[in-house]
């Protein structure tokens, strides 16, 4: 079986796959510093505390935008599941070419849901994966990264405001059922989460237009997703787990 971890700003997700199939799935935080053996000890805690036993993986990739937890994660993996990890990195067998200024600067994230999207979707897609940062990048129908944009996540935007404005309070990011609101809670979150809302109609909008992409398809995942479109009147495809598919993917074409 394969364990594939994502680690992201906020969290990071492990999932273990059996073939195909994804039979369990852990988010964590991302905490601060911890030693390998607090990372590697925890990690098969997870096992132990499930229907899947730790012996029965025999690979792992991952997945990280965080360098500072990279030598306790991996040398965690080692000591306590035997096993050397796959690393997404520049130079791996994508599938995808990336045509930007500095393809080794991209970050792995948007990497592996490109990869993702290219081969369970196709193009043209924009992938959109909320998290602390929200990205929205471009796949063409040649399977060629070719533009992309970063914005601030809804969560930064609401512990800015808390951190800058004394008097602000820290709320729970959800949307209102209206935007005529008549208290502070529901001025923050409908501000926040309506004006997320907003910006992700406008970005599609001029994606579409200004790359001649009338039909690219919108494909969604990140923890914050379902809150920017419940009604699913935006996205064509709500996937959550869809970077834990492309390191699956990635794992298979660089095994």
């Given at each position: 079986?394969?364990?594939?971890?994502?680690?992201?700003?906020?969290?990071?997700?492990?999932?273990?796959?059996?073939?195909?199939?994804?039979?369990?799935?852990?988010?964590?935080?991302?905490?601060?510093?911890?030693?390998?053996?607090?990372?590697?000890?925890?990690?098969?805690?997870?096992?132990?505390?499930?229907?899947?036993?730790?012996?029965?993986?025999?690979?792992?990739?991952?997945?990280?935008?965080?360098?500072?937890?990279?030598?306790?994660?991996?040398?965690?993996?080692?000591?306590?599941?035997?096993?050397?990890?796959?690393?997404?990195?520049?130079?791996?067998?994508?599938?995808?070419?990336?045509?930007?200024?500095?393809?080794?600067?991209?970050?792995?994230?948007?990497?592996?849901?490109?990869?993702?999207?290219?081969?369970?979707?196709?193009?043209?897609?924009?992938?959109?994966?909320?998290?602390?940062?929200?990205?929205?990048?471009?796949?063409?129908?040649?399977?060629?990264?070719?533009?992309?944009?970063?914005?601030?996540?809804?969560?930064?935007?609401?512990?800015?405001?808390?951190?800058?404005?004394?008097?602000?309070?820290?709320?729970?990011?959800?949307?209102?059922?209206?935007?005529?609101?008549?208290?502070?809670?529901?001025?923050?979150?409908?501000?926040?989460?309506?004006?997320?809302?907003?910006?992700?109609?406008?970005?599609?909008?001029q994606l579409k237009k200004e790359l001649n992409m009338p039909d690219m398809k919108v494909i969604a995942t990140g923890g914050l997703a379902r809150v920017i479109d419940p009604d699913r009147?935006?996205?064509?495809?709500?996937?959550?787990?869809?970077?834990?598919?492309?390191?699956?993917?990635?794992?298979?074409?660089?095994?």
């Amino acid at each position: 079986m394969l364990l594939v971890i994502d680690v992201g700003n906020t969290n990071y997700v492990l999932g273990v796959y059996r073939g195909d199939k994804l039979i369990k799935c852990w988010r964590m935080a991302t905490a601060g510093v911890r030693t390998a053996d607090e990372t590697g000890i925890f990690i098969h805690s997870l096992f132990d505390a499930s229907d899947v036993k730790a012996s029965s993986i025999d690979a792992v990739i991952i997945s990280s935008v965080v360098p500072d937890i990279m030598y306790s994660l991996t040398q965690g993996i080692r000591k306590y599941f035997h096993i050397e990890p796959m690393i997404v990195s520049a130079g791996m067998k994508t599938g995808i070419s990336v045509k930007r200024d500095n393809p080794k600067g991209v970050g792995a994230d948007r990497i592996v849901n490109l990869v993702a999207v290219n081969e369970i979707y196709g193009g043209p897609a924009v992938v959109i994966d909320y998290g602390t940062a929200n990205t929205f990048d471009v796949l063409n129908e040649k399977s060629e990264f070719i533009t992309g944009l970063i914005t601030p996540g809804i969560s930064v935007c609401a512990d800015a405001l808390t951190q800058r404005a004394a008097q602000l309070p820290k709320i729970e990011i959800k949307k209102p059922k209206s935007i005529i609101v008549k208290n502070t809670v529901g001025s923050i979150q409908a501000g926040l989460v309506l004006g997320h809302i907003g910006q992700t109609i406008y970005i599609i909008d001029q994606l579409k237009k200004e790359l001649n992409m009338p039909d690219m398809k919108v494909i969604a995942t990140g923890g914050l997703a379902r809150v920017i479109d419940p009604d699913r009147k935006i996205f064509d495809v709500l996937d959550p787990v869809l970077t834990l598919k492309g390191l699956k993917i990635l794992y298979h074409k660089n095994k």
